[in-house]
């Protein structure tokens, strides 16, 4: 209990910071810093609230129970009534609570960068990289979250070696972190005569996004690079310098991105996905449990080293974290992914319930 009460302890703090942020004059007159502040504010509003009514159930059970040791008589008899009631809220909301922290310290996050890339297996693993960018954009659209393509490296038969998204919403990195790791597909490629099975991978990495009041980053902590764009088979050339590439000196970090015609757009974008880099890179510092997660999630991109299994032949998906497995992968895959996730995150949070024995019974 003792390292979730840690954690709604700091996020709560930082709420209070916030709050005051919104107060400081100098906040308000910087049109910039305060929509990010109050992005943020936003995103932590539902947990601290929660936290804090929890925080008053506690002192008041707290109350209670001393009133029915120690108070009058007529103070035992208020206590022994009302102290059931208080309780089964408390517990109820240590519930709510868990249900919000699952996913760590990034849960309540409403913006991520996806990134997929296409592993072993050539130009089936591109297009089963492309299925799983399909299948997110899909599932985005069903959750009402906003999903946008940062970057994109297409392959001749339509896959992709490379796609990155950035998607927002309510619940989007809570959801989608689970989706970091090696994802492994078992089908017959349309371009295989005999039908035989064929076996590639792809692999997923899921960043949470920052708010700019999170990460400063400054012109002076990074190199830009300008420099023509140019495509596949000399299409989409630019003759103007409209491509964009960032390095960040402490760090070493490139970012290039050339999907916009307008550098502008390619310097914002390039921008974002430098600074959710950053976050995290900063983050694995501090935190040697999310520098193992990060290496976990990314893998190597083989067959072997996998989260999940697509077997299409018999219509299954299999979920090796949990030994989850559901015989839809034709629902699953076209966007109805819900059933994976809400599995994932029942999972966490059964690992998470225990931690309510550090409430007083």
Same mark, same amino acid.
């Given at each position: 209990?003792?390292?979730?009460?840690?954690?709604?302890?700091? %996020? /709560?703090?930082?709420?209070?910071? !916030?709050?005051?942020?919104?107060?400081?004059?100098?906040?308000?007159?910087?049109? #910039?810093?305060?929509?990010?502040?109050?992005?943020? $504010?936003?995103?932590?509003?539902?947990?601290?609230? %929660?936290?804090?009514?929890?925080?008053?159930?506690?002192?008041?059970?707290?109350? /209670? %129970?001393?009133?029915?040791?120690?108070?009058?008589?007529?103070?035992?008899?208020? #206590?022994?009534?009302?102290?059931?009631?208080?309780?089964?809220?408390?517990?109820?909301?240590?519930?709510?609570?868990?249900?919000?922290?699952?996913?760590?310290?990034?849960?309540?996050?409403?913006?991520?960068?996806?990134?997929?890339?296409?592993?072993?297996?050539?130009?089936?693993?591109?297009?089963?990289? $492309?299925? !799983?960018?399909?299948?997110?954009?899909?599932?985005?659209?069903?959750?009402?979250?906003?999903?946008?393509?940062?970057?994109?490296?297409?392959?001749?038969?339509?896959?992709?070696?490379?796609?990155?998204?950035?998607?927002?919403?309510?619940?989007?990195?809570?959801? !989608?972190?689970?989706?970091?790791?090696?994802?492994?597909?078992?089908?017959?490629?349309?371009?295989?005569?005999?039908?035989?099975?064929?076996?590639?991978?792809?692999?997923?990495?899921?960043?949470?996004?920052?708010?700019?009041?999170? +990460?400063?980053?400054?012109?002076?902590?990074?190199?830009?690079?300008?420099?023509? #764009?140019?495509?596949?088979?000399?299409?989409?050339?630019?003759?103007?310098?409209?491509?964009?590439?960032?390095?960040?000196?402490?760090?070493? +970090?490139?970012?290039?991105?050339?999907?916009? %015609?307008?550098?502008?757009?390619?310097?914002?974008?390039?921008?974002?996905? /430098?600074?959710?880099?950053?976050?995290?890179?900063?983050?694995?510092?501090?935190?040697?449990?999310? #520098?193992?997660?990060?290496?976990?999630?990314?893998?190597?991109?083989?067959?072997?080293?996998?989260?999940?299994?697509?077997?299409?032949?018999?219509?299954? /998906?299999?979920?090796?974290?949990?030994?989850?497995?559901?015989?839809?992968?034709?629902?699953?895959?076209?966007?109805?992914?819900?059933?994976?996730?809400?599995?994932?995150?029942?999972?966490?949070?059964?690992?998470?319930?225990?931690?309510?024995?550090?409430?007083?019974?």
């Amino acid at each position: 209990m003792s390292s979730i009460r840690d954690l709604l302890e700091g %996020k /709560l703090r930082r709420f209070e910071e !916030l709050e005051r942020q919104l107060a400081d004059p100098a906040v308000l007159a910087d049109g #910039a810093k305060i929509s990010a502040v109050a992005r943020e $504010h936003g995103s932590l509003t539902k947990l601290a609230t %929660k936290y804090r009514r929890f925080k008053n159930l506690v002192d008041e059970v707290a109350e /209670l %129970k001393r009133m029915s040791e120690t108070g009058s008589p007529d103070e035992k008899e208020l #206590a022994e009534t009302e102290l059931p009631e208080a309780r089964a809220k408390r517990e109820a909301l240590w519930s709510e609570l868990l249900d919000m922290t699952v996913g760590g310290e990034d849960a309540q996050r409403s913006r991520c960068v996806m990134e997929i890339r296409a592993g072993t297996g050539g130009d089936e693993a591109a297009l089963f990289a $492309h299925d !799983l960018f399909q299948m997110y954009k899909h599932h985005a659209e069903q959750k009402g979250w906003k999903c946008e393509i940062m970057e994109a490296s297409p392959t001749d038969m339509g896959g992709f070696s490379k796609i990155t998204l950035a998607f927002e919403g309510e619940g989007v990195y809570r959801e !989608l972190r689970y989706e970091g790791g090696t994802h492994r597909v078992q089908r017959v490629p349309e371009t295989e005569a005999k039908g035989r099975i064929h076996t590639s991978a792809a692999t997923v990495a899921v960043l949470p996004e920052p708010e700019d009041v999170e +990460i400063n980053l400054k012109q002076d902590d990074y190199r830009l690079d300008k420099f023509c #764009a140019s495509g596949p088979g000399g299409q989409h050339v630019n003759k103007t310098e409209s491509a964009v590439r960032l390095t960040h000196y402490e760090t070493g +970090i490139v970012v290039s991105m050339q999907d916009e %015609k307008s550098q502008h757009k390619n310097l914002s974008k390039a921008l974002r996905i /430098l600074k959710s880099r950053l976050y995290d890179h900063y983050q694995q510092q501090e935190q040697a449990k999310r #520098a193992a997660e990060r290496k976990t999630m990314v893998g190597s991109g083989d067959r072997s080293d996998k989260i999940r299994t697509y077997n299409f032949p018999d219509n299954r /998906l299999t979920d090796h974290r949990i030994g989850f497995t559901i015989y839809k992968l034709d629902q699953i895959i076209r966007g109805d992914f819900q059933p994976v996730t809400d599995a994932l995150i029942e999972h966490d949070r059964n690992e998470l319930r225990g931690q309510m024995a550090g409430l007083d019974a």
